[in-house]
């Protein structure tokens, strides 16, 4: 069994996914309009679901180990294979749920198993280049207000009135800035 920890690998793979998943849904979508013979108004209704379902394979959910730290497991019963366990803070995006259990990816691409109350409201990311520049302000020229290595965990505070590309984190010595999306997971 492997521990994993805040030393992580990036998040492309997720971004490839999520991309396909969107060219996916507009195929559809345009393949659906084009085989339509009614009215317009027809038309607008299958735009309008091709566009939720396109809505639905974007969205994501993240949530983080909670303070006790947590086992992983091959599926979804204490009675699974144990993978490793997983530290506090260490953020998750949930993929799905059965029952009490939640099956997750972490920032390694790695899928779970995890005891939803093992599980944290309290979000964070992870830094994944060598050093991310956290700044005082969200714009590129604004002082630093601190450094972080490369699987550094970060309490994510807020998203209200963040401009889109920025983060707004905390470091758990207290210290807040904002850090670019590229630079993270866990978001």
Known sequence: MRTASFHAAGGAGVLVAVGASLRSCVSRGAGLLAGDSGASLRRAAVLIMAAAACAGALAADYRSIGDSGAVLYDGPSAKARPLYVATRALPVEIISTDGTWMKVRDPSGDL?????????????VVVTVPIAEVRQSPDDAAPLAFQAAQGVGLEYIDQAGTPPGWVH????????????????WGF
């Open 169 to 184: 984190v905390r470091h758990r010595d207290g210290t807040a800035g904002y850090v670019r999306l590229a630079q993270i």
């Open 112 to 124: 779970a198993w995890v005891d939803r109350k093992s599980l944290s409201d309290k979000r964070t």
